[in-house]
């Protein structure tokens, strides 16, 4: 792999990397191979609003550029957005970086790099949206390679050691209203019936028929968005499992993760917060490749379809084959194994 020379100790880098959870969580390694190779730098990063809880309060971060991305989607608002970006644009010229490293790889992304001034931006060479147009240097990251493999290339590009890979969580103090829970129930699983995508999903029937099966109590999590179905779950599961879908933030997610025996879910957000976190997880797979955005880490079973078609990476899809066709007795044999 080609090198990138340092020639001055930066005193100040930016890291931009907004979204999504999963995402940023790959990231965290990134960011603790970087805080080890340049310890006296002050690193700020650029998160989205929503998911600065992964971040906060992390002694290797001295500043959060939080950006409201979907609200800058309304066209409604066009005249808040750019004042919005001025006022970012201006902020981040002033902080006046050594280094910006943009690991998300889009137009949006790529501009921001650029509109630091930093005399060294780094990106992938195969950034989306004409993004690597922005940078001074460009690494190779690959695209058949785990996320977390992908930006540790940029860490042995700039020289950092990526042997040891350690996922830097929040150190905030668990709520008291998980507190309690966790005091109430004092083993049980998380289950994540949601995903971004509805190809992601395993039909809700299926975790009904799991839930009831399973020997230990769960929690079933997930935005507001899934509240109506992991509700439905909960009621199916005849006191088996409690409902807190749209009832935490990101810290609550990971206290209640951490406190898990195992973590059964879709390819989604919490999945990697799992993984990240030590615990057990049992993932259900589709039309993503786990190989590229599974699990990190040898603790995980992964049940994925064997079908030609899998994987399609289609948002829409009219049969959902490869994921109808993974029983109820698979998953739950393999949450067995997981205990």
Known sequence: MERIEVKNIPRKILVIKPSSLGDVVHSLPFLYSLSQRFPFAKIH?????????????????????????????NMGRITGTLAEIGLLVKGLKDEAYDVAIDLQGLMRSGLIAKATGAPMRIGFKEAREGSALFYTHKVEGGRDIHAVDRYLKVMRALGGDT????????????SEKIQHLRSDMQEYIVIVPGARWETKKWPAENFEALVSLLKIKSVIVGGSAERSLSEKIQQQSKGKALSLAGETDIMDLIWLIRGAKCVITNDSGPMHVAAACGIPVVAIFGPT???????????????????????????????????????????????????
């Open 45 to 73: 990063w650029v998160i989205a609003k929503g998911l600065e809880g992964i971040l906060e309060g992390n002694p290797m971060v001295s500043k959060l550029w939080i950006i409201n991305k979907d609200r800058w989607k």
């Open 163 to 174: 042997e040891e890979v350690q996922f830097p969580m929040p150190l905030i103090r668990e």
């Open 289 to 339: 490749n786990p190989a590229r955005t599974g699990p990190y880490g040898t603790k995980n079973v992964i049940i994925k379809s064997s079908l030609a078609c899998a994987p399609c990476y289609k948002r829409k899809c009219g049969d959902l084959k490869c994921l109808k066709g993974i029983l109820v007795q698979q998953v739950f044999e393999a949450v067995t194994e997981a205990l």
